[in-house]
């Protein structure tokens, strides 16, 4: 299983980011696919989840209205499309399943900065 993250860089608030996520190595189709992020000296946390089939999706409270998981199954890809970008936004941004354990990605770095 590999995931590979991609679309990171330095924003200035109120700017847009996409990430991509390309997976290999696994049904990609048949699983779930979260996007977690960790900024300097905090917990990692969820800031978005989808569903196999891209039906159903959830957000973390500090996201909700600006950020927009989706997946696209023929391209073993899943996106995160971030505006009004924040500073409290930077961050390591990474894309995670679970196929009999956990998978991360290596990370891609946000910095939203002026």
């Known amino acids: 299983v590999q995931l590979v993250e991609s679309g990171g860089g330095l924003v200035q608030p109120g700017g847009s980011l996409r990430l991509s996520c390309a997976a290999s190595?696994?049904?990609?189709?048949?699983?779930?696919m979260r996007w977690y992020r960790q900024a300097p000296g905090k917990v990692r946390e969820l800031v978005a989840s989808i569903s196999s089939g891209g039906g159903s999706t959830n957000y973390g409270d500090s996201v909700k209205g600006r950020f927009t998981i989706s997946r696209d199954n023929a391209k073993n890809t899943v996106y995160l499309q971030m505006i009004s970008l924040k500073p409290e936004d930077t961050a390591v941004y990474y894309c995670y399943t679970y196929y009999f354990r956990d998978y991360w990605g290596q990370g891609t770095q946000i910095t939203v900065s002026s």
């Open positions: 190595g696994f049904t990609f189709s048949n699983y779930a």
